[in-house]
């Protein structure tokens, strides 16, 4: 299973957050260690939800790059 992952740069290092599973996140100093970090919370966010006997949601999210002209 491939969830989205985005991706954020901030002043002290990184964020990320997967649009659908709402609440599982993960921040590091480095790009690498967040992505292991989300990795390691989506796992464990699944886990959570199937003890729960709640619906794991299936990966619906789609990213994509847009160019534009900013000038």
Same mark, same amino acid.
Request: some cysteine; aromatic content about 6%; charged content about 25%.
């Given at each position: 299973?491939?969830?989205?992952?985005?991706?954020? @740069? *901030? $002043?002290?290092?990184? #964020?990320?957050?997967?649009?659908?599973?709402?609440?599982? !996140?993960?921040?590091?100093? *480095?790009?690498?260690?967040?992505? @292991?970090?989300?990795?390691?919370?989506?796992?464990?966010?699944?886990? #959570?939800? @199937?003890?729960?006997? $709640?619906?794991?949601?299936?990966?619906?999210?789609? #990213?994509?790059? !847009? $160019?534009?002209?900013?000038?």
């Amino acid at each position: 299973m491939q969830y989205m992952v985005v991706i954020e @740069r *901030s $002043e002290t290092g990184y #964020g990320a957050y997967v649009p659908d599973l709402p609440g599982c !996140v993960a921040a590091a100093a *480095s790009r690498d260690e967040t992505l @292991r970090l989300i990795k390691e919370a989506i796992e464990f966010h699944i886990e #959570g939800l @199937r003890e729960a006997g $709640e619906p794991v949601p299936e990966p619906a999210s789609i #990213g994509e790059l !847009v $160019e534009v002209n900013a000038a």
